[in-house]
């Protein structure tokens, strides 16, 4: 939930993320199907507070969670809820922009969301005090690092190995993305996008959602006990899971 990339392709929409975490937290259950507030999502569930921070609806919608705002918070519990609870109300919500807009958020640790429905990529961002959402475009890239994670001059860094990346993939595919998202960095391992800090925070898996016009495919990584899972969705609700 540390490190996002938004990117349009000939194959479909990429949605790519990793999940930076502090390694005594329990590693999440693998993608599957769950139902919130009447609606059938697609996720990896956290196995500490029970929400996610990545999910896909049956009408194709996709968001994902990102730690903190605009800058870094010092973190303040007991907070009423987990932010991952907070993002399935919001994703399972028949507009989920509009849904931020008008959800009550006092007492929820500062975060970012991304929000593809209908087709508009929406940036959303609350910080404990004041909620802010932009529209961005949605036929462009785009890259976002957690503020709780990663200063101005990495966050700088990561969108030149963004760029460069672009360059060198014009027509990239869903595990051109993966391996973006495993393997891009200067060899700094606290700041590379599959990082390591010591042991004691580090990417514990990459998940990427491809969009298609009917369907949507996530793949779900997992870092630690190095294995792959594919779980593919039909926007009529029909789900199929493979683990390799």
């Not at 922009?97 to 959800?103: A, C, N, R, V």
Request: proline fraction near 4%.
């Amino acid at each position: 939930m540390c490190t996002v990339t938004f990117v349009p392709s000939k194959e479909g929409v990429l949605i790519t993320s990793n999940r930076d975490e502090k390694s005594w937290r329990k590693q999440a259950f693998p993608p599957t199907f769950y139902t919130h507030n009447d609606v059938s999502l697609v996720y990896p569930k956290d196995a500490d507070a029970g929400g996610t921070w990545i999910a896909v609806k049956e009408n194709g919608d996709a968001a994902v969670l990102l730690n903190g705002a605009l800058e870094k918070h010092i973190s303040s519990p007991p907070y009423k809820k987990s932010r991952g609870i907070v993002f399935l109300e919001i994703i399972s919500a028949a507009n989920p922009t509009e849904h931020f807009s008008t959800i009550s958020l006092e007492g929820i640790e500062p975060f970012t969301m991304i929000i593809f429905s209908n087709n508009e990529l929406h940036e959303v961002r609350w910080n404990s005090i004041k909620k802010f959402a932009s529209q961005l475009n949605e036929n462009k890239a785009h890259i976002w690092s957690s503020a709780t994670l990663y200063d101005a001059l990495t966050v700088k860094k990561r969108e030149a190995w963004f760029s460069k990346w672009q360059i060198n993939n014009l027509n990239p595919t869903a595990a051109d993305a993966l391996t973006f998202h495993q393997f891009a960095g200067d060899g700094d391992s606290k700041n590379d996008l599959h990082m390591n800090r010591g042991g004691v925070m580090l990417t514990v898996s990459v998940t990427g959602i491809l969009l298609k016009k009917n369907k949507a495919i996530m793949q779900y990584i997992d870092l630690k006990n190095n294995t792959t899972h594919e779980t593919e969705v039909s926007f009529d609700g029909h789900l199929q899971a493979t683990l390799n």
